[in-house]
């Protein structure tokens, strides 16, 4: 399996921006998927998962901020981040889950918001 994300780029604090994240050698529809963030200097934190069935869960600083969707159609996960903030600044992976642990890791892109 392999996660292709996209999306990330600098934007003003109260900006939006929309990642995606394509997966490829995998049967996309049968497995959870999440998206964890590593900002400079801190560990890396769980910012939402989507099950298949599309519930949603999120971190509490991100909620009512960020949206976790997917299209299963197209192998593709996506978070819509809206009202960012500096804290906001990592960079973002996205996963895919097996057997209720994170089996697999996309290359992470950089969302910078600046003040």
């Known amino acids: 399996v392999q996660l292709q994300a996209s999306g990330g780029g600098l934007v003003q604090a109260g900006g939006s921006l929309r990642l995606s994240c394509v997966s490829s050698g995998g049967i996309f529809s049968i497995n959870n998927m999440g998206w964890y963030r590593q900002a400079p200097g801190k560990q890396r934190e769980l910012v939402a998962t989507i099950t298949t069935s599309g519930r949603t869960n999120y971190a509490v600083s991100v909620k009512g901020r960020f949206t976790i969707s997917r299209d299963n159609p197209k192998n593709t996960v996506y978070l819509q981040m809206s009202s960012l903030k500096p804290e906001d600044t990592a960079v973002y992976y996205c996963?895919?889950?097996?057997?209720?642990?994170?089996?697999?890791w996309g290359q992470g892109t950089l969302v910078t918001v600046s003040s």
């Open positions: 996963t895919q889950y097996g057997s209720g642990f994170v089996s697999y």
